[in-house]
């Protein structure tokens, strides 16, 4: 069921059970359960279907390292790896299934270096786009100015290209809209003043970092 509690529940609703903790009215869950290493699928708690899913295994970590992540304008049953600059991969339906994503339900596949590693405790980090506070979306770079609306004036932007390589970018109104940092990266963070700036609707681009042309960049956008 759907709780705004944030207290863990036991979640039945998948073919493997989890453990949820969810604020619904953020548009954000966390799913723990133990990889079978089958076709499945998990309960996420939400009451809505998941925009944008990082998973991560908590064992074997040598071998299952990646930060396997979903979101909802990769071309189908394609990743991304949180941890990688690497542009979207195929998983063919080995890593997510796109078919199986609800409103219940995430969709995992049986490769063994995958989401659902078996015997493993695997974590989930769900979340969708809630009007006036949050917003998964994507946007095609241009080479110039570049408006995305979201609705709201972000505090958080997460942003990376998928079509191709390139780091992710984390840019925050707390440390100003010229500071970012990298989740791939171990740098610290870097100022490129002017380059994305909030806006009461959403955020610009002015130039052509972040917004190569041809480029499609996905987001996660939090006010």
């Given at each position: 069921g759907d709780h705004d509690d944030n207290l863990p529940q036991i979640n039945t609703e998948g073919t493997i059970d989890s453990i949820v903790s969810v604020n619904d009215a953020a548009g954000f869950s966390i799913v723990k359960w133990t990889g079978?290493?089958?076709?499945?699928?998990?309960?996420?708690?939400l009451s809505s279907q998941p925009e944008l899913v990082i998973t991560k295994g908590t064992a074997?970590?040598?071998?299952?390292n990646s930060w396997i992540t979903y979101h909802k304008d990769l071309s189908t049953n394609h990743h991304l790896y949180l941890n990688t600059s690497d542009s979207e991969q195929n998983g063919v339906?080995?890593?997510?299934?796109?078919?199986a994503f609800s409103s219940t339900?995430?969709?995992?596949?049986?490769?063994?270096?995958?989401?659902n590693v078996s015997g493993t405790t695997m974590i989930?980090?769900?979340?969708?786009?809630?009007?006036?506070?949050?917003?998964?979306?994507?946007?095609?770079?241009?080479?110039?100015?570049?408006v995305v609306t979201t609705g709201f004036q972000p505090r958080f932007l997460l942003i990376k290209a998928s079509s191709h390589a390139s780091s992710w970018y984390i840019v925050d109104s707390s440390r100003t809209d010229d500071n970012f940092l990298s989740p791939?990266?171990?740098?610290?963070?870097?100022?490129?003043?002017?380059k994305i700036n909030f806006t009461p609707t959403g955020f610009t681009l002015t130039s052509t970092s972040y917004n190569n042309s041809g480029y499609t960049w996905?987001?996660?956008?939090?006010?």
């Open positions: 079978d290493g089958n076709d499945a699928t998990v309960g996420h708690g074997n970590l040598a071998t299952y339906g080995d890593y997510f299934r796109d078919a339900v995430i969709g995992l596949g049986n490769d063994i270096y995958g989401p989930a980090y769900c979340f969708t786009s809630i009007t006036g506070y949050q917003k998964i979306g994507s946007y095609l770079g241009n080479n110039t100015t570049n791939d990266l171990s740098n610290a963070e870097y100022t490129d003043a002017g996905i987001y996660l956008a939090i006010k």
